[in-house]
């Protein structure tokens, strides 16, 4: 068997959940590049890795490549600003929104440093995006450079990160075959809402725990401290709420679409997907299932599979409450990070590597 070190370049790393992950899993990830450079403490501090601050199209391969010894198993991967692809965005009018383009830097960037594996995350909508084929060209570019490629769409629970989250996975290897190692959960062991966050200590809207400035709630003003007080676990301010505290934008018939909003999650489920807005009732099902308030910073970032003890910023002084909330949201689950790593892992075993050269 050959013995073998692999090391990886996060790219598009924001705080670091993929690469979180793939320590976890026992991968060496030697630097992390985002163009928000708040994102630098985070990912540096719990990575223990290099952040490059760097827009992604002056990135040279030059200076990818300078992370990786000679002999390294050479990993490259990232997820590329998803807002482009989103629902909202696929059936609006933001499709001159040009992050979409970033997935292109990827491919050049894969040409140019030809690392023997790819790993891309991104929103399953990446498949429908109107303006161009924009996946299906990316995977052919890294088939024309002779990478086996195999992406699907992931049901997160079903890896036991505890949110109903969906995501589409690209692994590629010039080694030969590859693909996400099986599930790890089925329906009757998913990791539910109160299995994440039932512990944390309990807290008011508005309030911050003493012992952990991250579990910190949002403020809800008094009529939404009466909507909330008003909503079940799992209901909807359709049939929950007396009528005037109602809004009048959700009476509309599009409105009533939206039954979810201001709603609260139920204990005995994974949670929904957190988005960048997650820490708002006003935004989605984000209600505790029982406290009166939206969830927490802490809780956000546990339902994203970041572990409790994750450092989102150094000290209570420097929080930016929306800043952190936006920065979760936008992560990849630390636990879909781990489970790409154990995949690559067992992916190189399979193609006759040994263990870890020290």
């Known amino acids: 068997m050959k013995n073998y070190k692999i090391s990886a370049v996060d790219l598009f790393c924001g705080i670091g959940g993929l690469s979180y992950g793939l320590k976890k899993a026992g991968i060496e990830v030697k630097a992390g590049i ?13 990575c223990d890795a290099t952040f490059i601050h760097q827009d992604i199209t002056k990135v040279k391969s030059e200076q990818i490549a300078a992370f990786y010894d000679e002999d390294d198993v050479k990993v490259l991967l ?51 995006f109107k303006k161009e084929p924009v996946f299906e060209n990316f995977v052919n570019e890294l088939k024309k450079d002779g990478y086996f490629v195999w992406h699907k769409i992931v049901y997160s629970p079903d890896y036991g990160i505890p949110q109903k989250r969906k995501r589409l996975v690209l692994l590629a290897s010039k080694k030969g075959k590859i693909a996400l190692i099986d599930p790890t959960h089925t329906p009757d062991t998913y990791v539910t809402v109160k299995d994440a966050i039932g512990h944390l200590e309990p807290i008011a809207s508005g309030e911050t725990s003493k012992s952990d400035f991250i579990h910190k709630a ?4 008094d009529k939404n401290i009466q909507r909330i007080k008003q909503s079940t676990q799992g209901g909807s301010w359709k049939r929950d709420w007396d009528e005037h505290l109602k809004l009048d ?29 997650c820490t708002g009732i006003g935004n989605g099902r984000f209600g505790h299932p029982e406290q009166n308030r939206a969830i927490s910073l802490r ?29 979760i949201g ?9 489970v790409i790593g154990l995949s690559i892992i067992k992916h190189l075993e399979e193609m006759g590597y040994g263990k870890d050269k020290k």
């Not at 209570?316 to 929306?322: A, D, I, S, V, Y």
């Open 330 to 338: 936008n992560a990849v689950p630390p636990r879909l990070g781990e």
């Open 34 to 46: 985002d163009f928000e450079n708040s994102c630098k403490y985070a990912f540096e501090t719990n």
């Open 78 to 128: 990232g997820c590329a600003p998803c807002q482009p692809f989103s629902t909202y965005t696929l059936n609006g009018d933001k499709q001159n929104d040009n992050r979409w383009r970033l997935l292109y830097e990827f491919a050049r960037l894969i040409k140019e440093v030809q690392p023997e594996i790819v790993s891309m995350e991104n929103v399953p909508n990446l498949l429908n």
């Open 299 to 327: 809780e956000a970032g546990i339902l994203q599979s970041f572990p409790a003890h994750y450092k989102f910023t150094d000290k209570e002084e420097n929080l930016k409450f929306t800043h952190i909330s936006k920065q």
């Open 249 to 277: 934008c959700h009476k509309s018939d599009s409105g009533k679409s939206y039954g979810s909003v201001y709603g609260r999650m139920r204990w005995d489920e994974p949670s929904p997907t957190m988005t960048t807005f």
């Open 218 to 221: 949002s403020k809800l003003s």
